[in-house]
């Protein structure tokens, strides 16, 4: 049975689930456990999660679910605690690596006030989650070239792949020119057969799935991936295997 048979008939999606860019602790969901519930419901596995903009209470969720939860720490360049505690905290079983939003911070990715989150990021092989649009000033995907180039070990995700058609198709040049660049699906808005041009113009390895939940719903962004006229070990990548490819790489993965 294929995957959108088994989601027509009201099964488990049977695949590994990842959600590679998701949020907790906030107005909307403030419960931990209701979030967990949010991911049954659709079949999420694996919630790989931030918080929005600065608080600690990810350590509470992360202890409470270890097998369902991964976590990026958001990285204010305004205010953050010092590098040396910051490389402990990447240090934590279930931590990936940083969340940065250049926009709402109203800096440059490639600034000198993301350099602590390339640097250790790279030392320490981690993960970084960075809002990207395209047009913006602070994190348009081409942006990423440079950061790619000068920091090899850190694993570069495009959130919303760029949002825009045009922040999308730089986001696929970027993942077949660079080793170390993911692109990551939420808020593109699928656009028209989005997953089926992916498949033949894209690095398939390094496309993600993501939700932004709970700001957005999980859902949404499954169906167009689940409905996409390509192989089912297409989708299989994209919903999941990818990102658990990328985290084994880093050896973050559990």
Same mark, same amino acid.
């Given at each position: 049975m294929s995957l959108i048979e088994n989601v027509f008939n009201g099964e488990k999606i $049977?695949? /590994?689930?990842? +959600?590679?860019?998701? !949020? *907790?602790?906030?107005?909307?969901?403030? +419960?931990?456990? #209701?979030?967990?519930?949010?991911? #049954?419901? %659709?079949?999420? +596995?694996?919630? =790989?999660?931030?918080?929005?903009?600065?608080? #600690?209470? @990810?350590?509470?969720?992360?202890?409470?679910y270890p097998d369902r939860v991964l976590l990026y720490?958001? *990285?204010d360049p305004y205010y953050d605690m010092p590098e040396e505690e910051l490389s402990k905290r990447l240090d934590v079983p279930g931590v990936i690596g940083f969340k940065i939003h250049p926009n709402a911070n109203g800096v440059a990715c490639n600034s000198k006030a993301f350099k602590t989150v390339w640097e /250790?990021? $790279?030392?320490?092989?981690?993960? %970084?989650?960075?809002?990207?649009?395209?047009?913006?000033?602070? =994190?348009?995907?081409?942006m990423y070239a440079g950061i790619a180039k000068n920091y090899p070990d850190a694993?570069?995700?495009? @959130? !919303?792949s760029g949002g825009s %058609?045009?922040?999308?198709?730089r986001s696929v040049k970027l993942v077949n020119k660079y080793e170390n660049i993911y692109m990551e699906l939420d808020n593109t808005n699928h656009h028209y057969n989005?997953?089926?041009? /992916?498949?033949?113009?894209? +690095?398939?390895?390094? %496309?993600?799935f993501g939700s932004d939940f709970p700001t957005e719903d999980f859902a949404p962004h499954l169906g167009p991936i689940l409905a996409a006229q390509v192989e089912d070990t297409i989708?299989?990548?994209?919903? @999941?295997?990818n990102m658990k490819d990328l985290l084994e790489s880093i050896n973050r993965y559990r």
């Open positions: $049977n695949s /590994l689930v990842i +959600d590679a860019h998701g !949020h *907790y602790g906030t107005s909307i969901i403030p +419960d931990f456990a #209701d979030t967990i519930k949010e991911m #049954d419901r %659709v079949g999420i +596995d694996k919630f =790989c999660c931030a918080p929005l903009y600065q608080n #600690d209470k @990810g350590f509470e969720f992360l202890q409470a720490h958001w *990285y /250790l990021a $790279n030392e320490k092989k981690t993960a %970084v989650l960075t809002h990207t649009w395209y047009p913006n000033m602070y =994190c348009d995907p081409s694993k570069i995700i495009l @959130g !919303h %058609v045009e922040g999308f198709l989005q997953t089926e041009y /992916l498949a033949k113009n894209a +690095d398939i390895s390094k %496309v993600l989708k299989e990548k994209i919903l @999941g295997q």
